[in-house]
């Protein structure tokens, strides 16, 4: 992602690579650090942001379906989170446009948000004592979003062999977002927005979640109005330039005038000189010696 250039330090790196995140990509960094940021302030009522079955019970806070996925606790949390979203998020809303890419973010996270709150008041109801330290209490972050994207991506090519992690051995792509899961299951407890996450994305994948992904002439009503203010901005992508999840580079224009300017003139010879083979210069000694001919018979 950042090391595409050996010869460029790591802030240049950082820098080229935020050059090339789109517009909706750089709110979420914009976003999720402040209100990371926040949550280490004991007034700061960040628990209402975050989505929890019996907080929405008791203070009917609706809006944490949505607000959710912005609002993280920990710093290790955050950094990482990030970091596995700028593998996907960006390239993906390159592929899909700006105002498709939040409409799409937007429902998939309202939808994993119903699924866990009817799952931990589901749970709730379950007095088993056993499992009440596997009951699902709140979920915070991007995590769930990006098992999503992780689930697609790792299904393009499901039999290829891939590193798990940093760890010295590959495994099945398709077996990378259980793996991953369970992984973090058994370092903390189980991660049921995890598990959410994946769930939602093998719906993807059978084609159940295809109302998520809006046509072009809607994300173009969405451009026109609501984005009316913003498409202009160089970040931000447009249906039209959308397609490629890679950077588009920009063609510079380059005139045949520009050209003739630029073009190095030849510079005239003013120096002094003789042609090889011909007349010898006055300071020579050869040409004292054939100067000073003896005719002396």
């Known amino acids: 992602m950042f090391f595409t250039n050996p010869n460029q330090d790591i802030s240049g790196k950082l820098i080229s690579w ?27 009522p960040g628990i209402l942001l975050i989505l929890s079955p019996a907080i929405l019970i ?38 899909m446009g700006t105002a498709r890419y939040f409409i799409y973010f937007t429902i998939n996270n309202l939808i994993l948000g119903i699924m866990l709150v009817c799952a931990g008041i589901a749970m709730q109801e379950i007095n088993v004592p056993a499992l009440k330290s596997i ?27 891939v590193q798990f992690m940093c760890f010295p051995f590959m495994i099945k792509s398709k077996y990378y977002p259980w793996m991953f899961f369970a992984f973090f299951s058994v370092l903390f407890k189980v991660m049921w927005d995890l598990l959410a996450g994946i769930c939602v994305g093998y719906l993807h994948l059978y084609g159940l979640m295809k ?38 580079l920009t063609p510079v224009s380059i005139t045949t005038n520009d050209v003739i ?15 090889l083979g011909g007349d010898l210069p006055p300071q020579s000694r050869q040409f004292a010696k054939f100067d000073n001919v003896d005719t002396t018979p």
């Open 18 to 44: 935020w050059q090339t995140v789109p517009f909706f990509s750089r709110c979420i960094f914009y976003i999720t650090i402040p209100l990371s940021i926040l949550s280490y302030f004991p007034a700061y």
């Open 135 to 161: 009951i699902f209490s709140s979920c915070d972050g991007l995590w769930p979003f990006i098992m999503i994207e992780i689930v697609l991506r790792c299904n393009k090519d499901p039999e290829a062999q």
């Open 261 to 275: 300017n630029n073009r190095t003139q030849p510079t005239v010879f003013t120096g002094q000189g003789y042609r």
């Open 211 to 248: 109302f998520t992904e809006v046509s072009d002439s809607f994300a173009e009503k969405i451009e026109n109005t609501f984005c009316k203010f913003i498409k202009e901005r160089t970040q931000f992508i447009t249906v039209s330039n959308s397609g490629n999840e890679e950077p588009r």
């Open 58 to 95: 008791t203070y009917f806070n609706f809006w944490s379906l949505l607000t959710f996925p912005y609002q993280h606790f920990g710093l290790l949390g955050i950094v990482f989170a990030l970091f596995s979203f700028s593998q996907t998020g960006p390239r993906n809303e390159r592929r």
